[in-house]
């Protein structure tokens, strides 16, 4: 080989080494930045981070981590945004058409959640029954987990549910049942009808849902206002 090509080939190296993004709890090869994303969309179109409020025009959104009402107290996004993989944001599509015929909607607390914010939830508040352990990532980071709540659509308010988001507690338990039975009852329909559309309630937290087949899905680190 001659020498000024290689020269060049250990610039490129060095170029490719220090724009990589180095990740304290993971091996950063496991975590996809905007150019990897965009290859895999091409590649499978389901991989796609859609807006939320496109598919699902009724949707309301109290995305408490754009705001400094959430347990960090600061505004973790600089846009007001939900985004989440196609094939969740369709279910979640068959979930609002369900729940209107009972005169109900969903309210979406957060949704798709870049791994960087996950690792700053996780310095803050290192407890892993409510915040993910960021040497395995949440799969907000993967596109595929969804915290919620029921709304009546004509009044617009909340339904009456075993605690407020992000109360980390044993209340916010999603089989906790010293509760009011109105609570317990709002909370059932919310677990069924997710359920049936391909979601499953973690066990801590009444609010938050994971989609079947998070697995296929990488963890990304994409700042929302990059989508
Ligand atoms: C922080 C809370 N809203 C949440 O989403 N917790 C789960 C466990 C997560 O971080 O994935
Ligand atoms: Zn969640």
Request: charged share 25%; net charge positive; glycine share 4%.
């Amino acid at each position: 080989m001659n020498h000024r090509y290689l020269i060049l080939l250990i610039f490129v190296a060095c170029a490719l080494r220090v724009n990589a993004q180095h990740y304290k709890y993971i091996d950063s090869t496991k975590i996809y930045g905007i150019a990897r994303y965009k290859l895999q969309v091409k590649a499978n179109p389901d991989k796609q981070l859609v807006e939320i409020k496109k598919y699902i025009p009724e949707i309301i959104l109290d995305l408490r981590y754009a705001t400094t009402n959430n347990f960090m107290h600061r505004r973790m996004y600089t846009r007001a945004k939900a985004y989440a993989r196609l094939p969740v944001v369709k279910a979640l599509q068959q979930v609002e058409a369900e729940l209107k015929m009972q005169g109900l909607g969903i309210k979406i607390y957060d949704a798709y959640r870049p791994y960087s914010v996950t690792v700053n939830f996780y310095e803050m508040a290192p407890d892993t029954n409510f915040v993910a352990d960021p040497r395995k990532g949440s799969k907000h980071n993967r596109g595929c987990a969804i915290d919620l709540s029921l709304i009546n659509i004509k009044t617009g308010k909340e339904l009456d549910m075993p605690t407020g988001f992000d109360s980390f507690s044993r209340k916010a338990g999603a089989n906790y049942m010293d509760l009011p039975p109105q609570q317990i009852a709002n909370r059932e329909l919310l677990k069924t009808i997710m359920a049936k559309y391909g979601f499953r309630v973690i066990s801590t937290e009444w609010w938050h849902y994971d989609f079947t087949g998070w697995e296929k899905y990488e963890l990304l680190d994409i700042p929302v206002q990059a989508l």
